[in-house]
Structures are given as C-alpha cells and as structure tokens.
DNA sequence: ATAATTCTTGCATGATCTTGCAGCATTTGC
DNA sequence: GCAAATGCTGCAAGATCATGCAAGAATTAT
C-alpha cells in the first residue's frame, strides 16, 4: 500500500469519526505504529487534520455539533437528500428511519409537498414538524438514550399496522453480500418491521458505508427497491450491487 | 478515550445544563476526579467554562437563556422545578406533559436518579435523555406542529394502559373555580388520560396563569393532588385553591 | 545493467505526557 | 470552630512520542 493511500484513509477516518486513535490506524492498515505516527505527524503539519496524545482529531472537534455533522460527509448527505427528495410525490404516506442523511431529507422536503410521515426518531420527528403541509406521525416507544430513536415492541406493534408507500432508511452499512447490517440489535427489530410495513425500500448510504458489515442483519440487498449515494450511478465503486434488482441513483 | 474527547464531553454537559459537578463528570467518564479536575482546569485556562468549586458552570450562568424569553418568567420556572423535582423519588414510573416548565424539571432531574418516564412531547423527551439513569418512553401519535405534542387515539390508548405513580401536567391556565383549562381539544384528550393513568396529579404553574380560564376543561381542582408554584405556598394569591384537597408547594 | 542515492519502514532507546493515588492545604456548610 | 468536601502538589506506573539506526525498496546517475 502506497503512502499516499495510506493517509487518504487516515484523512477519510478523521474525517468520518472525527476522532482516530493511532493504534486502531496502525491495525487497520497493517503498518507499524510508528508509519502511522510519522503519516498523521506529517498530515497535521499540512492542516489536515489535528495531531492530539494517542490519536488524531478534524478540526473544529471541539465546536462540533452532533445536529451539524462536518463539511466534509454533510456535503455527500446533502447530494444523497436531494436524489431522495426527487422520489417523493405529494400526498404519499411514507416511514423514516433516524440518523443525519434522514433529517438532511427531512430539511429538504418542499414547504407545500403534503406527506403523512410515521418516524421513530425524534430528530427527524423534529425536522419534520417545520413543514406545515407534513402530517407527522410518531411512533412511540422506549427512546435510546443515544440515537434518540424508539425502539421496542411497541414500535413494531405499531408498523405491524401499517402499509405505506416508502420506507426510507438512513445510516445503514451496506454490503452486497451480507446486504444491511447494524450493530443494534433492538434498531433492526425496527427497520425490519418499516421494511415489512412498506410496498417500497429505499437505503440511503454515504459511499464510506458501502461494503462495511456490522455484527446483525437487517435485510439481504434483494429487499431493497433503491439505493441512493452520493456517487454517480454509473460509478465503478457499485458494480457490486448492479446485480441486484435495484434502482441506483 | 482521548483526552480531547474527554473535554468535548465536559464542554458538551456545561453548555447543556450550564453547570456540572465533577463528580459526575468523574462518574460519567469512568475516569478519576483529579483527571477531570485537570481538564477542568485546563478547559478553564481556555476560557471555555468557568471553574467554581466542586464543578464548573458555563459563562454568564446568571444570565443563561435571555434567548428563550423573559428571564423573570423563566427563573420563576427554575424556581417551579427545583420544588417538582423534590416530589420525585428514585424508581418511580411517572407521565410529564409538555410545556417549557416541564423542560426545567427534566433539566433539574439528578443525573443520578433512576426513573421511568412516559411523555408525549418531543422538547420533554430530548431533555430526558440527557440523563442516563431515565428509561424514556415517547407516547407515540399525531403531533401537533407548534407544540411538539402527540394527541389522538393512539396517544390516548397506549395512556389507557398504564398506571402510573406521578402524573406532572405543565402549562395549564387555573382557576379554583373553573378547574384547569386548555386551548386545544386534542391536547386536552391527552391530559385527562394522563391524569386518569396516574395516581396522584402535579400541576405545575407560574403565578400569572393562575385565575385564568381557556375554552376547554381537563378537570376539576379536585382531581389535582398537587399545586405547585413558584410562590410561597403560604401566599395570599394562593388563597383561592386551599379549599381544595390539595397539597400547595 | 550496475552502483549510488534517496525514501520508506520497523525497531530500540530514552524522553515526555497522562493518569491515578496519597498526603496535606483550602474551602464550604453547619 | 469543626467536620466534610474539595483542591493542590509530588510521585510513580504506564502509555505515547521523538530520535537514531539499519534493512529493504524505489529512484536516479553513470
């Protein structure tokens, strides 16, 4: 592997997580501790990202706003909510599943588009509740502290109940073999039933995500109707996924 | 963790709840006090929060909020929580209703408290979980755009399901005469459930509501266990209300 | 093609940083 | 004023870092 790719994933790490600690660099790349050290030495010396003990930091760390998200990704999430936006057409019923690329979808959504939305996540409850023509439904049920999103048999009672035209799916990773995964179990108890409740699929994924596995299984890709990046569609990197029966925007 | 994350956190918790113990800190961080003591410090050193003794508070803690409306009303709610929060008792399972009042009590909550909280406003459950210890269980439903409030059946239903300790209703208009009031059908729907799901009811109100009547009735002063104010319970103004069963705090 | 040079990488060493602890000083609440 | 809580300092163990060195790879000069 070529020092120029080596610090290319340092920076898209940084730039991902906003926080790296130089031992996890060092066992993902196969390098020895100190190859990583003199990288992140040299990066930081180019601004590129922030040197600190024990690992390396984006700047504006400190001032970073979980609700913000950094330049870097929230300009893929926002090509991502503009292809999805397009899908939608007035007085649909849809699901929205939580995390930044949903609520970035939220913020797009015309002012005078009516939709009825059922959600599970506050934030996009939140984000959905500034558009006056926007029917917002929640569906309640215990909230996790961190992702701020209800989970639960409840919740799933709920969907059981449902059958709406799109599921929308946020922060997923993706992989063409193992398809969906997450690593909640209660969360894709969830996405599982949304999946269930809708006659429509869409995943949304920021390329970093594609071909990452997590430790349980939401669905095989053959579940899913769309998948939106904020890659050309005709991009080499999902190849992997052409075989499937799915739309790529 | 990185030290830097360390004090993101720290800085996270002062601009949230504008003052912070370090104990807490030390508990929430699982590191000791005299590391969180040195952040502190250095933090302080940054001008980034302001260090007192035994924690650390957010710059113009005095002055926090002129943002949000009145400070005089607000420092009344202050007063309103820090008396609600004393009826609570850890274990309890209890319902809040919405209302920038109740958004203090959840504030005031100690971090350390175990609870288990049902409520249907959006506000109410995001301050919630900020606290690690509370179990939050979002009443599920159509919300309302202005108020970040569910209503309807399925708010009612799940209500009708529940027997709960401690009932805090926010924000009403009162009257001794008159009972407690409300502007909005479907809100009321919701709060005479909550009243009914609960053993014992709180009203929370600042002085100015009192004697003042909407278009719509939730119940009678003599379904309230507990008035609590920001006056002193043996003021004149609250004269009105002892005929009634009810505790006044 | 071969040799010299430069670059890269991993390892060893000692320096530096971080963190928890113990003992004593200071502040706070009663 | 006293007890308890909080704060400060120095110290030690462990982690992390900087530096020099040597072996191998890549590049360049001859």
Redesign the pocket.
């Known amino acids: ?3 120029e790719e ?1 610090q290319k994933f340092i920076l898209d790490q940084v730039h991902l997580h906003h926080r790296v ?3 996890d660099l060092s066992e993902s790349l ?6 990583v ?3 992140v ?1 040299e990066l930081a010396k180019d601004r590129k990202l922030k ?5 390396a930091t984006s700047f504006g760390f400190m001032n970073f706003r979980k609700d913000e998200g950094n330049v870097y990704l929230q300009s893929k999430k926002i090509a991502i909510a503009e292809k999805t936006v397009s899908l939608l057409s007035e007085g649909q019923v849809i699901l929205m599943s939580g995390g930044t690329t949903n609520m970035e979808v939220a913020k797009m959504i015309p002012k005078k588009m009516a939709l009825t939305v059922f959600t599970p996540s506050l934030h996009v409850a939140m984000e959905l509740l500034e558009l006056p023509e926007v029917e917002v439904i929640f569906l309640g049920g215990k909230l996790l502290h961190d992702a701020k999103f209800a989970v639960g048999g409840t919740v799933v009672n709920s969907l059981s109940q449902l059958r709406v035209d799109l599921c929308i799916l946020g922060t997923g990773y993706l992989d063409a073999e193992f398809g969906l995964t997450e690593f909640d179990w209660e969360v894709i108890q969830v996405k599982q039933a949304m999946i269930r409740a809708a006659k429509k699929t869409v995943i949304l994924s920021v390329s970093d995500k594609l071909h990452s596995v997590q430790k349980y299984k939401t669905c095989d890709m053959s579940a899913v109707d769309v998948l939106v990046t904020e890659l050309d569609p005709a991009n080499e990197l999902l190849d992997a996924f052409r075989p499937f029966h799915l739309q790529l925007i």
């Open positions: 592997m070529l020092k080596r600690l130089l031992n196969n390098v020895s501790i100190d190859t050290r003199r990288d030495k040197k600190v003990h024990g690992g």
